[in-house]
């Protein structure tokens, strides 16, 4: 096969071979990116290949101009057929692309069909060129020519740059300087090259114009999502060291130093709480309102995250502030209630369950305001639930009075308080922990320690829910009082 090459022609073979691999390397350096977006990555990716394609049948064609034979003259139809449609479906996914970007608040669903009218119409205006040779024709020594109407091949394309550039126009504070400029560059550039080219047959300047705005579009726009990959990093590194820090403050507002009160035999007392989150919206508090009076708080803030920690840290201060002026735990509730509806925008809500113990006596007069009911083992006994009276969430309805209600605790008696995250936490089929296997975990070995009762109610949480998420905070205390029996 021999192929009669002038010089210009040379010169468009290795343009357009260089093309190709230039774009080549774009494709593949598209498919390895890691910052790119599945979206993103996948639109690059289709329009290098549409440029590869468009291309590579110009690379073709050049190759076989002038070749004799009727296998070549019809070959020659097929590859110049679909470089002319892979034009129409590069200029069909550039306007897509910039609808994108720009999204317009009214027309868009109007734009999209046009464009794809536009595309139909240029695949229907080449199908009726390849059999009436108005677009383009071989003569019969299979030389290529254009014939009268070749301008009707770019007619389509012309009208998608037409409103590129309407929407670039209407809407330039969509996208960045950088980004506005290389589409323009993308979409003129190509332009004055089919000008030119219209009426000239020497280098092929619509393929050179192509390729080097295509590949210098795709660098920046890949550059500006690298730029703000780079500061989402950072933003999301400053946000992690941010709930680090509010994960430590929170825990620093727990007690979490044990054993709690060493120089009091009368009882002792262990608590946890694992977030969900980062940070959690449960909490649990002890603290000697006086010498003889130990006050308990389990509470559950509505919601997770920051917001519930705010408002958690915000409900412990009041909560702790109240008893501490030696009030009934019902007062203390009643009053919380109150300072908490007098400024509550975002309704939210917590529900707490508090008590106080004498120790001299044993008496634990208690209030619960919608929190779970408390577990109570007697001295000689198992736990089992105290089916307590509730009261209405803190928070969620100004004006709520709390009652309260006493239990005797004997010197070998346990309590156990907890949160929603334990009978609600989780395994993979959607099952509910419960309060019964908890009542079961509980009483697995009731003669140890309160450190010891929550690890093994955690312990039997854990193998429950196995590899399935935490949704929720799970927290729990336990109280061990021991009475006189410490003086013996």
């Known amino acids: ?16 071979a260089a093309g190709i691999g230039i774009c080549w390397l774009c494709f593949l350096q598209i498919s ?39 296998g070549w003259r019809v070959a020659l139809y097929a590859v110049t057929f679909v470089e002319i449609l892979a034009a129409g479906f590069m200029a069909h996914m550039m306007s897509l692309l910039i609808l994108s970007v720009t999204k317009p608040k009214h027309a868009t669903r109007a734009i999209f069909i046009t464009l794809f009218v536009l595309l139909c119409t240029h695949a229907a205006i080449l199908i009726v060129g390849l059999f009436t040779d108005c677009i383009y024709h071989f003569d019969e020594a299979n030389v290529y020519h254009r014939s009268s109407g070749y301008l009707l091949s770019n007619l389509c394309p012309l009208a998608m740059l037409a409103i590129d550039i309407v929407l670039l126009v209407r809407h330039p504070k969509c996208v960045s300087r950088r980004v506005l400029i290389a589409f323009w560059i993308y979409m003129i550039a190509p332009v004055i090259a089919i000008v030119i080219q219209s009426f000239s047959y020497g280098i092929q300047f619509i393929i050179i114009a192509t390729v080097c705005s295509a590949v210098y579009m795709f660098s920046v726009i890949v550059r500006s999502l690298n730029d703000r990959y780079a500061k989402q990093q950072v933003e999301s590194s400053r946000i992690e060291t941010e709930l680090n820090m509010a994960s430590s403050i929170q825990a620093d507002m727990l007690p979490s130093i044990y054993p709690a009160f060493p120089d009091r035999p009368e009882f002792d007392i262990y608590a946890t709480m694992d977030p969900a989150k980062e940070v959690g919206g449960d909490f649990y508090e002890f603290f000697l309102v006086d010498d003889d009076h130990l006050c308990m708080v389990m509470a559950d803030v509505s919601g997770k995250g920051v917001p519930a920690a705010l408002f958690m840290m915000a409900s412990k201060i009041i909560l702790a502030n109240n008893a501490m002026l030696g009030k009934s735990p019902a007062q203390i509730l009643t009053d919380t209630n109150a300072a908490i509806c007098s400024n509550n925008r975002e309704e939210m809500f917590v529900t707490v369950w508090l008590g106080i113990l004498e120790l001299s006596t044993g008496k634990l007069t208690a209030a619960n305001a919608g929190h779970e009911y408390p577990v109570l ?3 000689d006994g198992r736990f089992e639930l105290v089916k307590d009276k509730h009261g209405f969430v803190i928070g969620g309805m100004n004006g709520m009075k ?51 009762i929550l690890k093994q109610v955690r312990r039997a949480v854990d193998a429950f829910v196995e590899d399935a998420p935490q949704f929720d905070d799970l927290t729990m205390l336990c109280l061990e009082y021991r009475g006189d029996v410490a003086h013996a």
């Open 377 to 379: 083992k007697k001295a």
């Open 1 to 16: 096969m021999i192929t009669n090459l002038s010089i210009i022609d040379l010169i468009n073979c290795l343009f357009i």
């Open 32 to 70: 390895s990116s890691q910052h790119l977006e599945k979206k993103v990555q996948l639109y690059f990716q289709l329009f290098f290949l549409l440029i590869l394609l468009y291309i590579s049948t110009h690379l073709a064609r050049q190759l076989m101009d002038g070749l004799p034979g009727e």
């Open 402 to 452: 709390y009652k309260e209600y006493e239990l005797q605790l004997e010197p070998g008696s346990k309590l156990f308080l907890y949160t929603d995250g334990v009978p609600e936490a989780t395994d993979a089929a959607q099952e509910l922990f419960g309060t019964d296997r908890m009542l079961a975990a509980l009483n697995e070995n009731t003669s140890v320690d309160p450190e010891a």
